[in-house]
């Protein structure tokens, strides 16, 4: 499908979308640092270049009816983030940016509009903001389908959980994309709700796809491990029973055979009031002196990436070490000869507010490429 590429920043969308076969034919971009980068990654010779979204004007944008089979965007997400001050709607410089996908939606009249925004657009104003979404989309014409997803479940260590929007032109709707599940991504499937409201968690059936099944001593239905002998004096005694080693877990034990393990401290708002950092965790030190913050330390994946990027990785030195701006990148899942050419044309404190602002590509490649 061809498309338009709104809110595109360094074209997190585009790359994921022309990887499973779409073809860009125009993006707008208000940052001119997000351009620069946007047009060293991407050939956009003939394209449509669009700069401020709210000075297009509807009669520009119905030049593209006919072109563009798909709209997809980002649109600004602090209005919305736990992270921001969370005034929807009422952010007039922000929130109300989704109302211009909107207005280019009716103009240009798409079959498709995929849309991204971070998981808080779910729950603010008690779902009211969201209602309002989905409510204006229906009145656009467009049958909308969502889903969260979390980036370490396609192949990049970080901990990023977005809500996925696809809207369907009435009449003209393809197949449906969601849910996407991947294997041992711990995404499961819900079946049915047995409740009537089906809106309560207790009464959902999951699919088996996805669910580790239980620990149990032996293969089959055996309650006992075999027994081969007793060595007590007596011949009995539970303490004195040897048993057959088939089918019986190894003890755990702490380091996992790899010799003693160091770590730190990690100071957080919780109960026990620190986590432990081994090598390879990061960790999150963007306010280190926080009396509030929790969930400071990743087992082996980044948290979710900000415009600031400050995490770190514990080195084998037991050295706390910023990541640095081509490492983001790749945990938003951008090829090095991406990041190389955009390298050239922005500082580094751009490149980590880039990458803290884009998308995952390996997440947009798997819904694109189920686009019909």
């Known amino acids: 499908m061809k498309f338009l590429d709104l809110f595109a920043g360094i074209g997190g969308f585009r790359l ?14 208000i940052d001119k640092f997000a351009r620069q980068s946007y047009k060293a990654i991407h050939n956009t010779e003939g394209e449509r270049e669009y700069h401020d979204i709210t000075t297009v004007s509807n009669e520009e944008w119905r030049t593209l009816r006919g072109t563009v089979e798909l709209i997809c965007g980002g649109f600004p997400c602090q209005a919305f983030s736990i992270a ?9 410089t922000r929130g109300t ?14 079959r498709t509009l995929f849309l991204e925004n971070v998981r808080g657009l779910l729950s603010h104003d008690k779902g009211r903001t969201f209602r309002t979404i989905i ?3 229906d009145e656009l014409g467009y049958d909308a389908e969502w889903q969260i997803l979390n980036s370490k479940n396609f192949g990049v260590p970080q901990n990023r959980e977005r809500v996925f929007i696809i809207g369907h032109l009435r009449g003209e709707r393809g197949r449906e994309v969601f849910p996407i599940t991947r294997e041992n991504s711990g995404a499961i499937k819900r079946i049915v709700n047995g409740r009537e409201s089906h809106g309560h968690s207790t009464y959902d059936v999951f699919g088996t796809d996805g669910i580790s099944p239980t620990l149990k001593t032996m293969q089959g239905g055996n309650l006992q491990p075999k027994i081969l002998v007793n060595v007590n004096p007596s011949g009995n005694g539970i303490n004195g029973n040897v048993y057959d080693s088939n089918a019986l877990a190894p003890t755990l034990t702490t380091n996992k055979g790899e010799g003693p393990k160091i770590a730190i401290k990690i100071k957080e708002a919780t109960k026990q009031g620190y986590a432990i950092a081994e090598q390879g965790d990061s960790i999150n030190f963007s306010v280190p002196n926080s009396k ?21 990785t514990l080195t084998k030195d037991m050295r706390i070490r910023k990541l640095t701006p081509r ?19 922005n500082s580094n404190s751009q490149l980590y507010k880039q990458a803290g602002n884009s998308v995952t590509v390996p997440v947009i490649y798997e819904i694109a490429r189920r686009f019909e």
Do not use: M
């Not at 940016?97 to 798409?110: T, V």
């Not at 509030?292 to 770190?312: E, I, M, W, Y």
């Open 16 to 29: 994921g979308l022309e990887q499973a076969g779409h073809e860009c034919v125009g993006f707008c971009e």
């Open 84 to 92: 921001g001050k969370r005034k929807g709607f009422l952010d007039e």
């Open 97 to 110: 940016l989704f109302f211009e996908i909107a207005r280019a939606a009716e103009q240009i009249k798409p």
């Open 135 to 137: 409510s204006t989309l």
């Open 292 to 312: 509030t913050r929790r969930g400071r330390v990743g087992k082996q994946v980044a948290q979710t990436l900000d415009t600031s990027c400050n995490q770190a």
């Open 327 to 345: 490492e983001c990148w790749r945990l938003q899942g951008f090829p090095d000869w991406a990041f190389d050419k955009a390298q050239e044309v």
